[in-house]
């Protein structure tokens, strides 16, 4: 779970909220957000570079694209996090022993996101049923996905 928490805190500079925010009612009350007593922790990604990334308008992190807007990008709070609500993605992280992700939400357009957290959770263990090879596919394409992002040595260093 430290992690995942330093993956998005570090390298996708989210900021960590309290679950309990007002500014949050709306998120935290969406049917697929985990159940309250298994979050680990809720997370604002709001940077713009990184969202673009994230939404695949930039292709990679090494890219000149993703370097021009990361130097325009402003740092914020918590404090601040409401100015940017409309905009930013948000992403609720469970685990039920407390050790390893369970479950993830995201609130947003961030379909690599998606990729990238599927990646964290690891490959999948299942018998050789459709069901598995189905599940298989879909995480290789996942590590295709943040292979091309350049974001696999995020993952490497956690």
Known sequence: MIAIDQLLVDHFH???????????ITIMEDPFVPPDETIFGVYCIYRKSILELLQGRIFNIDSYDFQKASAKDKFLTA???????????FVVIASEDKAYMSHYFIGGDTEKLNSILNVCFGHPNLLADQA????????????????KMRCMKFLRNE
């Open 132 to 147: 598995s090879k189905r599940s298989i596919k879909r995480f290789e394409q996942d590590v295709l996905i943040v292979e």
């Open 79 to 89: 404090e601040d996090v409401e100015g940017v609500l409309d905009m930013a993605t």
């Open 14 to 24: 989210a900021i960590r909220l309290d679950r309990d925010d007002e500014l949050l």
